[in-house]
Structure formats: C-alpha cells, structure tokens
C-alpha cells in the first residue's frame, strides 16, 4: 500500500461527531479542497480530511500512475477511512464520486456526497457530448492524459469553471492539474451495463453545476435516479464547485445535509458569506 497524503484540518473545540473525508477527481490532488473546503468545515466544527489517491498529489505511486485501476483508489478511500476518527460521510467530487459509489459497496458508511460525480453507469455519454460541444477542452484533456503535457490555462477555465470565472484564476491552478491514470478512465470511461451500487438505506445526496462542462446537468439526474434521490443544482456554477465564486453556498449546503440527513438534527445558523453567493438553488425529482 502507497503512502497516502492526507490533508486535515480540526477544529479549534469539540469537533462533530461525524467526521468528513474528502475525495478528489481526476488531474488533480487532495489540495483541490483545501482551498476553501477543508478550513471552512474546521471553521464549523467538523474534522474534516482530503485524500490524494495513490499517484495524485504528494502520495507514492505518480512513477507507476497508469498501472493503478478505479479498484485501487477504492483502497485508498478505505485507507484513509481507517485514519479517520470514526467512520466518516464520503464526499467524492467527479471521478472522486464513482470512487465513493465503489467505496459504499465495500463498507457501510453515515452517508455520502456525490458532486459533480460520474455517474454509476460510466463517461461514455458525458465524454463523447464533450467532444462534440468543446473539441478544445477535450483535445487538451487527452493530450494531458496521453502525453502528461501541462493543459493550457483556458482549457483549465472552460474544463473546471463558469464563464464568470477569469482566465487568471484557472492559470492559478493549472501547475497543479497532472495526468490521469489511463487505466482508471478506461474503468469509468465506457457504458457500465450493470453498475455496482451499494444497499439501499445509505444516505445520498447527489449535487450538480448547473454551467457544467464535463457532467452536465442529465448525467447528474441520472445518478440520483440510480440513488433513488433528488438532484440539487447550484446555479452559475461550473464543475471545480469547491473553487468557484459562491463555493459557500455548496459547503454550507453539505453541512446542513450532514446535520439534518446524518446526524437527525437541525441544521445550526450561520453568518451569511461575504463574497456573492447564488440565490438560489433548483432541485430535479428523481423518478
């Protein structure tokens, strides 16, 4: 087993009885959460956590990336779990999200969070609408995986955020976006016919980006059909939903979903954000 980056933060007091595990997406690293994510739950009380899967960020196995299939970073989520206080509420983000539907198979779990997520019956759909809609996101996302060159900064922009975010945000970011095993996207890559889903009784709550790019808005539907739920979609928002402009709004919707679903309790009063926040949020009913 690969030593694991996890990134922590804990609050000041008595934390929350339910700890948070954060699992990232594809081309990227633990630290994606650790922009605001992590320090603001700290800030609410909870012990919250992000795991770089094996090859991703500062854990082992970048040398080897491309031998490492969707079964290991399972592993690595269930690793991280064992480092957990208690057994904690998943929060997968994109191909993080499959990660946390394979991990909720394997283990039983206070309940998960599917952002953004790749839905249980794979990215066919969702990649080959990419191509057609944005050839240049997805002419860079391959070369990317294929030849680990750096993504161009816009492409950066338009793959993970909204129109409204500027170009010099995403070039922020885009030194740390990194190749993605070859063999994990060809896992998650096809139509899965028969896709595993864990028993029916774990909590779910599947969130979309209503500006999208890479799992548009029927893809997130589709999931939370599967996970007989509704979908919940953050307006002017694009796919990377923990770094754009409003990432309030998704946190502190993710924490008052753990309050009242989780942990069966009223969701506490919180100072509203100072930065802009939607106005709102639209739910789709689930069939």
Known sequence: MPQLEILSRRPAGPAKPVPLLFVHGAFCGGWIWDEHFLPWFAEQGWEAHAVSLRGHGASEGRDRLNSFGIADYVDDVLNAVDACSAPPVLIGHSMGGMVVQRALTRRRFPG??????????????????????????????????TFSNGIEAEAVRRAMFSDQVP????????????????????????????????????????????????????????????FRTESVFFPAMGHSMMLEPGWESVAGHIADWVETTVLKRPAPQRKAPDTKVPDTVTRAAAD
């Open 112 to 145: 998960a969070v599917l952002m953004a997520s790749a839905p249980p019956h794979g990215l066919l759909e969702s990649t080959m609408r990419l191509a057609w809609s944005d050839p240049y996101v997805f002419q860079q996302m391959g070369m990317l995986m």
């Open 167 to 226: 170009l010099e945000v995403a070039k922020r970011y885009e030194p740390l976006m990194q190749e993605e095993s070859q063999r994990v996207l060809l896992d998650i890559g096809g139509w899965i016919p028969f896709p595993l889903l864990p028993a029916r009784g774990v909590a779910v709550a599947v969130l979309g980006a209503e500006k999208d790019r890479l799992i548009p808005k029927d893809q997130v539907e589709a999931t939370a059909r599967a």
